[in-house]
């Protein structure tokens, strides 16, 4: 009874690595070390920005001007390297103190850049 248990599980589990193996399939690449660098640093771009836009104060004024935050953050998720090193220059470049003159900066530069991308239709009304 034992050996007889032990021969069904054992078919059981070469079935379904048969079944589930193919539905897997894994693909390796080489990443070399200048690829890994503009990632991480494409990653710590996005972590600042997002983390700006997180703000209450920019969600707030972001939805009086009629931006969705989230549809707002998914095309920051979207942006090139370059397009958010922009982005981030701007912010370091605006005073510390939270003034609402920095709050409006940041949602302007989400503003132009959402219009650019074809998201909004906020300056093409002007």
Same mark, same amino acid.
């Given at each position: 009874?034992?050996?007889?248990? %032990?021969?069904?599980?054992?078919?059981?589990?070469?079935?379904?690595?048969?079944?589930?193996? @193919?539905?897997? @399939?894994?693909?390796?690449?080489?990443?070399?070390?200048?690829?890994?660098?503009?990632?991480?640093?494409?990653?710590?771009?996005?972590?600042r920005v997002?983390?700006?836009?997180?703000?209450?104060?920019?969600?707030?004024?972001?939805?009086?001007?009629?931006?969705? @935050?989230?549809?707002?953050?998914?095309?920051?998720?979207?942006?090139?390297?370059?397009?958010?090193?922009?982005?981030?220059? %701007?912010?370091?470049?605006? @005073?510390?103190?939270?003034?609402?003159?920095?709050?409006?900066?940041?949602?302007?530069?989400?503003?132009?850049?959402?219009?650019?991308?074809?998201?909004?239709?906020?300056?093409?009304?002007?």
């Amino acid at each position: 009874m034992k050996r007889s248990f %032990q021969s069904l599980v054992l078919r059981m589990v070469a079935v379904s690595m048969l079944v589930c193996a @193919p539905l897997a @399939p894994v693909h390796a690449v080489i990443v070399d070390t200048e690829q890994a660098m503009l990632m991480s640093e494409r990653n710590a771009l996005l972590d600042r920005v997002n983390s700006a836009l997180s703000r209450a104060e920019v969600r707030d004024q972001l939805v009086a001007l009629g931006v969705d @935050p989230a549809e707002a953050s998914e095309r920051i998720n979207g942006l090139s390297a370059s397009e958010l090193a922009a982005i981030d220059g %701007q912010l370091a470049d605006l @005073p510390a103190g939270g003034s609402l003159l920095g709050v409006l900066g940041i949602v302007l530069v989400v503003l132009i850049i959402l219009d650019m991308v074809g998201v909004t239709n906020v300056f093409s009304k002007l």
